[in-house]
């Protein structure tokens, strides 16, 4: 495997800012779908509970008036002692903690405080996500970012609301019920090119129902937030796909679909949940694809 570069990176105006908010576990299996435990567990090594090290990494645009945020992980900055969202033994059950990086410290490390982010754009309501986006304050669950407009699609809101029974686990009417409350919450249907500028949505339904992808891109330059289209550089091979993946063969061609042009036009591949990397550029590999260069950004 090539070492993993550092890079600066800006697209347009924005400063690209990896925003990890903390290392949780999920269970290997579960991340890995169908591979066996004997090829994933060469990178991914599990614990004793069989979690495997997870980040969720969010994403800061940062530019002059203009502070776009891309996920909020977990919420490990509202774990038990500033106060419960989802209860102790949630936290306890996927390690959520407030020892490393988190939210609140991410942006700090950036400048920001929760006051300062203008838009958080949401891929999905799963709790890893959406999480980091609401808290409690004064005995009340509220928007984290005050002065915020948050952004989801409509279809993946009338999921969250309604879950099937394999989702029901990952997706908490307290994640998003505060933001409808404090109509702060648009609602995007469909891809939505430019919904705010130089930022495009694209929709995969393998993984839930309307998740969104988010395309930057100033022309020359682009990037995609990947969510948990292609949640860590492992899952950048097509049939790496996770057994949470709702309809994985529709996953694995939206995969196709997507990493088409992103290995064609040298983008970057942006992970959420990579613990090892920020994102990657990829090749294609017979009819496969496979990552080219890592990075830290
Ligand atoms: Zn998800």
Known sequence: MTTTQKIKLKIGDYEICPVPTGIFGLDGGAMFGTVPRVLWEKTNPPDERNRIAMEARGLLLKSPGNNILIDCGNGGDFIAKYGEKLGAKFNEMYNINDEGPTLKKSLAAHGLSFEDIHHVVLTHLHFDHAGGGTCERNGKIVPTFPRAKYYVQKKNLET???PNLREKASYFPANYQPLLDAKVLTLLDGPSENFLP???AQISN???EAHQMIRISDGKQ??????????TSSHVRLAWVMGYDLHPMNLIEEKIKYLGPAADQAWY???EHDPFC???QVVRQGSDFAVQQRFWL
């Open 198 to 200: 130089g930022i495009s």
């Open 222 to 231: 682009t990037l995609v937030y990947c969510g948990d289209v292609v949640p």
């Open 278 to 280: 920020d994102a990657a």
């Open 160 to 162: 969250a609301s309604q």
């Open 206 to 208: 393998g993984h839930t």
């Open 269 to 271: 591949l942006f992970f």
